[in-house]
C-alpha cells in the first residue's frame, strides 16, 4: 500500500478540503483526487465523504485514518533522524510539549539553540493538557516530547530537570510574607485548578496531599492553562498550586509548600533519540531554566 498515498488522504483530512491539500502538495487537485480514489481501491471502501463545504472521513476512514497518520508521521521523523544523525547540520526538530511548558521553559532554550544550530528549524506543537500531549505523541506527531513524567508510557523517558512547585496568591495576601506554607493551614481557602496539576498515581497530588491532613479543596474556578490559572490566582480568586518558573514576569506572590514539592521534568519519545533531538534533549539537561532548581543547590 502506497505511502504517498497515505500522505495524501492525511494531507486532505488535515486541510478539510482537496484544494487546500492539493496546494500544500503540490500537486494538481485531479492528480490528488486519483490518488485518493486509487487507495479507497486498495482499501475496499469509500474513505472521504464530500460534502458542500470540506470532506469528513467515512465510518471506514475513521478506522483507517489513524494508522495511515501514524506510518505517514513516523516515515518523516525517520527521515529526519537519519538526515540528523548523519551530520546534516539542516532540517526541523519537532517538539511536543504542553503550553506552560512553551512558555516556562523553552524559550531561553530555543534562543541557545538558534544560535548554536541555525540550520536546524524547531517546529513546536503545543497542547493544553498532559493526557493530550501524550496521545498526539502516541500518535507520531513530534520526534520528541518535553513535559511532566508520562504514566506508563513505553519508550524512552529521560529526566532533563525539576520543577520546584509553589503556591500562587496575591501580592498582599497575608501568606505572601510568609517563608512557607502548610497545606493545612489552607483548608478554609477556595482553590483555583489547572488542568496541569501534578499527578501522583494517576491522582492530583493536591487532592492526595489535602486529603492527608484531613480536607478536601474547595474549587473556585477550573482552567486548562496555566497562564489563565496565574493570573486568577493573583485577582485573589483562589490560591494555585503551580511551578516556580511558570510565574516569570507575572505580578503575583508564590510562597513555597512545607513540606517542599518538586517533579520532574522530562522527555520522552518513541524510540531512541539521536542526532539533532539527542542534542536538543541535553541542551534542556544542562542548561534549561528548570536544569537546576536554586532549593536543591547546597
Known sequence: MSLRRMEYLVAVVEEESF????????????????????????????????????VRLTAMGRAYFPHAELAVRS?????????????ARTGELHIATVHAHALGVLPEVCARWARSRPGVRLVLHEYATTDELEEQMARGVADMALGPRPK???????????????????RGDP???????RLADLADRPWVRCSLEPMVDGRRWLDLECERVGFTPRTAVRTQHTSTAVRMASAGVGVLLTAAHELTGLDCASVPTDPPWRRD?????????????????????TTGPAATDPADAP
Do not use: C, N, Y
Open 19 to 54: 484544494t487546500r491539500a492539493a496546494e500544500a502538495l503540490h500537486v494538481t487537485q485531479s492528480a490528488l483526487s486519483h490518488q485518493i480514489k486509487a487507495l479507497e481501491r486498495e482499501v475496499g471502501g469509500p474513505l472521504l465523504e464530500r460534502m458542500p463545504r470540506g
Open 175 to 181: 501568606l505572601a510574607a510568609r517563608p512557607s506554607v
Open 75 to 87: 516515515a518523516r521523523q525517520a527521515r529526519r533522524a537519519a538526515l540528523a544523525a548523519g551530520g
Open 152 to 170: 506508563d508510557w513505553p519508550g524512552p523517558v529521560t529526566v532533563v530537570g525539576r520543577e520546584r512547585m509553589v503556591l500562587v496568591v496575591p
Open 265 to 285: 521534568i522530562t522527555v520522552f519519545s518513541r524510540v531512541e533519540l539521536t542526532g539533532a533531538a539527542a542534542e536538543f534533549t541535553e541542551l534542556l539537561r
